[in-house]
T-cell receptor, first 112, second 115 residues
C-alpha cells in the first residue's frame, strides 16, 4: 500500500529565509507526486506535481520540488518565503484508481 | 460552476443523528473523491467515483458511512448514527479524468461537529 510521511509537523522560518519541507513516500510503482497548500479557512490548492521526466518541477508561488527516487523523497523548496506562505502543506502520492494518499501535513509558521 | 461546491459549510449535529453532506463537482469532471480531514491526522481517503463505474469504497471507516453520486454529477455523503469521532472536515474533490496523473480540485469542505 502507498503511504506518505511528512516528518515535520511544524516548521518555523523567518520571512525572507529559504524553506525546505520534507516528504517521503512508499509506492510500489513509479509514483505520481503532488504538493498541495491549505491556507487558513481555505480549500486545498495544488502547488505542483510530478509525473515523469525532469526530476525538478516548478510550481506556483515560486515553489519547486525535486523527485529523488533513490531516497523516495519529494521535498518542497522555496528560496525566500513571504508571510503569505504561512499555511498547511500536504504531500500526496497517486494511488490505484485515482485516489490520492496524503501525508499528515506540515504547518508552516513565518516569523517577521 | 467555477469550482467544487460543498454544502453546508458547517454542520452541528447531535450524537446519533444522521447527516448528509453534499458535493457539486466541477461541470464535466468524471471523477469525484471524498476525504476526511481530522485535526493532526492529515487527509483520509474515503471513497472515489469514476463515471458510471462501481465506486471504490475502500476508505469508508464503517458501515455507517455511505455515498452516492446521482447522474454522474452531484454526490451525497451520508453518515448514520453520528458519533463524536466523526467530527472532522469533509472534503470533496473532482478531476477531469481517471488515473493517478491528474489534478484534483478541492471544495472548501464541510465542517461537521457532533455534540
Amino acid at each position: 500500500a502507498q503511504s506518505v510521511t511528512q516528518p515535520d509537523i511544524h516548521i518555523t522560518v523567518s520571512e525572507g529565509a529559504s524553506l525546505e519541507l520534507r516528504c517521503n513516500y512508499s509506492y510500489g510503482a513509479t509514483p505520481y507526486l503532488f504538493w498541495y497548500v491549505q491556507s487558513p479557512g481555505q480549500g486545498l490548492q495544488l502547488l505542483l506535481k510530478y509525473f515523469s521526466g525532469d526530476t525538478l518541477v516548478q510550481g506556483i508561488k515560486g515553489f519547486e520540488a525535486e523527485f529523488k527516487r533513490s531516497q523516495s523523497s519529494f521535498n518542497l523548496r522555496k528560496p525566500s518565503v513571504h508571510w503569505s506562505d504561512a499555511a498547511e502543506y500536504f504531500c500526496a502520492v497517486g494511488a490505484r484508481g485515482g485516489g490520492l494518499t496524503f501525508g499528515k501535513g506540515t504547518h508552516l509558521i513565518i516569523q517577521p | 460552476g467555477a469550482g467544487v461546491s460543498q454544502s453546508p459549510s458547517n454542520k452541528v449535529t447531535e450524537k446519533g443523528k444522521d447527516v448528509e453532506l453534499r458535493c457539486d463537482p466541477i461541470s464535466g469532471h468524471t471523477a469525484l473523491y471524498w476525504y476526511r480531514q481530522s485535526l493532526g491526522q492529515g487527509l483520509e481517503f474515503l471513497i472515489y467515483f469514476q463515471g458510471n463505474s462501481a465506486p471504490d469504497k475502500s476508505g469508508l471507516p464503517s458501515d455507517r458511512f455511505s455515498a452516492e453520486r446521482t447522474g454522474g454529477s452531484v454526490s451525497t455523503l451520508t453518515i448514520q448514527r453520528t458519533q463524536q469521532e466523526d467530527s472532522a472536515v469533509y472534503l470533496c474533490a473532482s478531476s477531469s479524468q481517471t488515473g493517478v496523473n491528474t489534478e484534483a480540485f478541492f471544495g472548501q469542505g464541510t465542517r461537521l461537529t457532533v455534540v
